[in-house]
């Protein structure tokens, strides 16, 4: 299966919560570069990991999202929730990948800056 359409789930391994439990992993340019643009909501649970990718922008975005920033270990940068359309979010030193989620993901999940994400094949 490639990995451009890999799907995921996310567990915070300090807090033990599900941080989504079906994510797609966007790894080619034209996955990234279309992101979530053309949808009108991200389901609860699910997610869009863009890898590589240390920022993001919300422009003619419908809907606001969380989004989580990681370094190379999987381990946050910065975590952003409800970040409204018609925004950017940079995620900060050493970022590498970012997942965008659902309004109320981050504090569902109680993920902070410094957790370790674990990404699994989703079931």
Same mark, same amino acid.
């Given at each position: 299966?490639?990995? %451009?359409? #890999?799907?995921?789930?996310?567990?915070?391994? =300090?807090?033990? /919560? @599900?941080?989504?439990?079906? &994510?797609?992993? +966007?790894?080619?340019?034209?996955?990234?570069?279309?992101?979530?643009?053309?949808?009108?909501?991200?389901?609860?649970?699910?997610?869009?990991?863009?890898?590589?990718?240390?920022?993001?922008?919300?422009?003619?975005? %419908?809907? #606001?999202?969380?989004?989580?920033?990681?370094? =190379?270990?999987? /381990? @946050?940068?910065?975590?952003? &929730?409800?970040? +409204?359309?018609?925004?950017?979010?940079?995620?900060?030193?050493?970022?590498?990948?970012?997942?965008?989620?659902?309004?109320?993901?981050?504090?569902?999940?109680?993920?902070?800056?410094?957790?370790?994400?674990?990404?699994?094949? #989703?079931?």
């Amino acid at each position: 299966m490639s990995s %451009r359409s #890999a799907r995921h789930r996310i567990t915070n391994l =300090r807090s033990g /919560r @599900v941080v989504a439990r079906d &994510a797609r992993r +966007a790894d080619s340019l034209a996955a990234r570069t279309r992101g979530l643009l053309g949808e009108t909501m991200l389901a609860e649970g699910t997610g869009l990991w863009l890898d590589p990718c240390s920022s993001i922008h919300m422009f003619f975005m %419908r809907f #606001a999202i969380d989004v989580v920033f990681l370094d =190379r270990e999987q /381990r @946050v940068t910065r975590a952003v &929730a409800a970040l +409204a359309p018609w925004r950017v979010a940079f995620g900060g030193r050493g970022a590498r990948s970012a997942v965008e989620l659902p309004v109320g993901s981050i504090a569902a999940s109680d993920t902070r800056v410094g957790d370790l994400l674990s990404f699994d094949p #989703a079931p």
